[in-house]
């Protein structure tokens, strides 16, 4: 087994495709994350903001988070319908381009993408600072850890999909059964005692200082609504489910929408009967208010450390939800040719591993520059989620009003969800733009301006190469093939009875002095040898010996006197194709890299660069066995 097995695991072939995909159990987990772990920062994101009320508040938490769930509750609504009408790909991209044209498919890829590479940055950074918080010796190490993380879940990914969600099933599933199983408790207890007493006390709020304006109320809406990023996720994975893949997804949305929706009731709720509030992150003895939460419920126990750890679990792994999504709405872009076509490629897991690859790189990028500090990174959090939420329910609006038997029921759902989140987006903006807002909505034009300039390149190429018709059988003259010669020996001669079938006029270059200027060489023997084992064996065949051309490389590169002599015969004949031939050894083993000037690779390159369109440029390769001897076999000729 070597190291890219070890890593990776087994190439797969394409047959193993569909085993590869998701059921809803290891779903939930691949793509759930982000929704689930949004949950412990959106609901404290708000109550920061209600800060300066003190225990007032607790009283405008519920109707905050109330809109919050209600917004949750059209979004799925309406993802519902979206899954049904694009079972195979029901992404904003995808809809936005069959219904409302390409800049908007393009506003909400970049929107997407944007958000996904945010989603990375945020949730790892969010869980360290968890962490930090709970050891706080390991703070100077908070950048290291978020990197660490990444790669820990760029390595699980780039090992496919499934083992992914298997990987962070456990976790995922603790998540759920602890907090929601504390917040039943909690509301039980609420029913029962009517006025229960929490086990710990949360630190006591301040006296209410003032009461709450709209402007405060829009941003604490804005801060909360963090914590419904990652419920497009469903929608645009939806590639990755198994059959039935409708089932599978409605399953998979139903569970991640319903338990988001309880944790954050619940949280509304436990907080406001049992006083906790936000607490701020710079100080001494700050706790999050899940933390509070717990403590009040069922105290500094076994269990609390055992829920908060979950908890850490899925803040640090909530990025695996972009690296599910990130990697497959940049395949479907790269499909229409507005990315390079490496991110449509499966690699050797089936997984697009170019996107994840890009995606954590991005991400890493992005922490590096604010420190793993999740405060600096909130204010453009959101943003493009919002962005691809209304984009995506507009699209579905004009998707049912083209349907020849319309719909009104299904067309009204989305154009709700349209509505609602296209508000939500206003608010989220005005609330935040001062904050950093501003960056994202550079961004995004700049990012679609970036997808244009890609598309506008492979356009310009297909044009170049299109259709040329019946073939054109005027100029099938041989060519001139130039063999690049260091010395006479088994490599030069592979070449020049590869050269011969090629063409009659065949022409061994030579450089001269080529090692440099102490570089001792006979003309005179060379041209000897030359006639002696080339010429006359190959004339007595009856063909046409190949000549010997000798020419100074007096600055010891050998493109270009090549590339002068390349000039000079198609001055002396322009209707006639030049070949170069380019004998090189095939290196075995990485040592031999080191041992090998790759002028071959060198030569090559700029021949190709500089050389023309009439030139065409031939690998003759010499494999070289592990014991450094020559491995015989049928020539190949690779056009590069």
């Known amino acids: 087994m070597n190291l890219n097995t070890l890593l ?17 159990i290891e779903a939930v987990p691949a793509m759930g994350l982000d929704g689930l772990g949004s949950s412990s920062y959106g609901p404290e994101a708000a109550l920061t903001i209600l800060i300066p009320l003190g225990a007032l508040g607790l009283v405008y938490l519920g109707p905050v988070m109330g809109s919050i769930i209600a917004l949750l509750v059209i979004l799925y609504l309406s993802y519902r319908q979206t899954l049904a009408a694009y079972p195979s790909s029901g992404g904003a991209y995808v809809v936005a381009k069959e219904n409302l044209g390409e800049y908007p498919s393009l506003l909400a890829a970049a929107a997407l993408m944007i958000d996904y590479v945010l989603n990375v940055a945020v949730g790892v950074s969010a869980g360290v600072g968890a962490l930090v918080s709970a050891l706080p010796s390991l703070h100077p190490y908070i950048l290291p850890l978020c990197l660490a993380i990444i790669a820990v879940v760029t390595l699980a990914n780039l090992r496919g999909t499934g083992e992914a969600g298997w990987l962070f099933a456990l976790p995922t599933y603790l998540f759920i059964a602890c907090f929601i199983g504390v917040i039943a408790y909690g509301v039980f207890r609420i029913v029962v005692e009517s006025d229960p007493a929490p086990v710990v006390a949360p630190p006591p709020l301040a006296a209410s200082a003032s009461s709450a304006g709209i402007w405060l109320l829009m941003h604490a809406f804005a801060s909360g609504c963090t ?8 929608s645009n994975g939806i590639g990755s489910f198994r059959e039935p893949i409708l089932k599978n997804a409605y399953i998979t949305l139903t569970i991640i929408v319903v338990v988001l929706g309880l944790l954050l009731g619940g949280i509304a709720i436990i907080a406001v009967w049992f006083d906790i509030g936000a607490m701020d992150q710079t100080k001494e003895g700050y706790q999050s208010v ?19 750890s979950s908890l850490l679990c899925i803040l640090c792994l909530s990025a695996n939800t972009s690296f599910v999504g990130f990697p497959r709405i940049c395949r ?10 490496g991110f449509a490629q499966p690699g050797r897991r089936l997984v697009f591993t170019v996107g994840i690859l890009f995606l954590s790189v991005l991400a890493s990028l992005l922490l590096i520059v604010f420190g793993g500090i999740t405060e600096k990174l909130i204010p453009l959090f959101a943003i493009g989620a919002f962005l691809t939420f209304t984009v995506s329910q507009t699209g579905m609006v004009v998707h049912w009003w083209r349907q020849k038997q319309r719909q009104p029921r299904k067309l009204a759902m989305n154009a709700v969800g349209a509505v609602a989140t296209g508000a939500a987006l206003l608010v989220i903006l005005l ?36 259709k040329p018709g019946p073939i054109i059988l005027d100029e099938i003259d041989p060519p001139t093939v130039l063999v690049v010669t260091e010395s006479w020996n088994r490599l030069s001669e592979r070449a020049i009875r590869f050269a011969l079938t090629l063409s009659p006029d065949v022409v061994a270059v030579h450089l001269v002095r080529l090692g440099g200027p102490e570089m001792e060489e006979s003309e005179k023997a060379l041209r000897d040898q030359w006639q002696t084992e080339v010429e ?15 020419i100074p490389a007096p600055y010891r590169e050998l493109h270009e006197p090549l590339l002068r002599l390349i ?24 040592w031999q890299n080191i041992l090998h000037m790759n002028r071959a690779g060198r030569l090559r390159t700029q021949l190709l660069k500089f050389g023309g369109s009439r030139l065409t440029v031939v690998t003759v390769p010499w494999r070289l066995s592990r014991e450094g001897e020559p491995v015989e076999g049928r020539t190949i000729a690779a056009p590069l």
């Open 227 to 234: 914590a419904m990023t990652g419920v497009e996720a469903v």
């Open 536 to 550: 006359e064996p190959v004339a007595a065949r009856g063909l046409q010996p190949p000549r010997l051309m000798l």
């Open 8 to 24: 990776f695991g087994r190439r797969l072939s394409n047959r193993e495709h569909e085993d590869k995909k998701l059921g809803w």
């Open 290 to 308: 899940l933390s509070q939460l717990v403590g009040a419920l069922v105290g500094f126990n076994t269990f609390y450390y055992v829920a908060m």
């Open 332 to 341: 479907m872009v790269a499909a229409d040719g507005y990315l390079p076509k």
């Open 567 to 590: 000039e000079k015969l198609d001055a002396d004949a322009p209707e006639r194709q030049v070949a170069v031939l380019i004998p090189e050894t095939v290196k075995d083993r990485w």
């Open 431 to 466: 609330a935040k733009f001062t904050e950093g807002a501003w960056i994202t909505l550079i961004a995004v034009p700049v990012t679609i301006g970036l997808l244009r300039a890609v598309k506008s390149y492979y356009d310009g190429l297909e044009a170049q190469l299109r």
